[in-house]
């Protein structure tokens, strides 16, 4: 290295060869615009002598199949009319209409699966919530026959309500199960004339 060169430092030395290869670089854009151009003008004649695809070139839609080219009814000289069948009945074939189950709106939530023997914790809480309520009748019940005869009974009107809640619960319960059965009785005669048709 010279004196000069190693005074100049990193940046000078850079910007002094950016100036000596800027007249190589300007004549590499230059004759790079110029095959750009007649790439241009190549790719012009091409268009000029494809023919413009109109409706009349079209095959008929009806005939077309999944392995059919569809690509012809996307010219500029088709109109928008027969572009917009020829795109429904493109993404209406098997290949294209197909779900894939994870959308929350595809099942059917019309039907719902019987429970069988189970009560839900909601059934237990509507059967307590009506104990609750004829305990509470047998206890209005119970206080003003108690006040109409006091004394005439040994036990007391909450003894009543009790024993009554009891056998309320007891009948509602069963009156469940029972409705329960007869549902499955229905549902089993229904699969079985089902299977038999």
Same mark, same amino acid.
């Given at each position: 290295m010279t004196?000069?060169?190693?005074?100049? $430092?990193?940046?000078?030395?850079?910007?002094?060869?950016k100036q000596q290869g800027g007249d190589e670089s300007e004549l590499a854009v230059q004759e790079s615009l110029s095959e750009v151009?007649?790439?241009?003008?190549?790719?012009a004649d091409v268009a000029e002598e494809v023919k413009l695809l109109t409706d009349e070139d079209m095959p008929d839609i009806e005939t077309m199949d999944e392995h059919s080219d569809y690509t012809g009814f996307l010219s500029e000289g088709v109109s928008d009319a027969l572009k917009r069948k020829a795109m429904h009945k493109l993404f209406h074939l098997p290949e294209f209409?197909?779900?894939? $189950?994870?959308?929350?709106?595809d099942d059917d939530f019309s039907t719902f699966i019987p429970l069988g023997d189970t009560v839900t914790y909601q059934m237990k809480q509507w059967l307590e919530q009506e104990a609750k309520e004829a305990k509470a009748k047998l206890l209005e019940k119970g206080d003003k026959q108690h006040e109409g005869s006091a004394g005439q009974s040994s036990s007391s009107p909450q003894d009543v309500a009790e024993d009554d809640n009891k056998q309320v619960q007891s009948e509602s319960y069963s009156a469940l199960e029972e409705d329960v059965e007869d549902d499955l009785e229905g549902e089993l005669d229904e699969d079985m004339e089902g299977q038999v048709s």
């Open positions: 004196g000069e060169q190693s005074k100049e $430092g990193f940046v000078g030395r850079w910007s002094r060869l151009d007649q790439l241009n003008a190549d790719a209409n197909i779900r894939d $189950g994870l959308n929350d709106y």
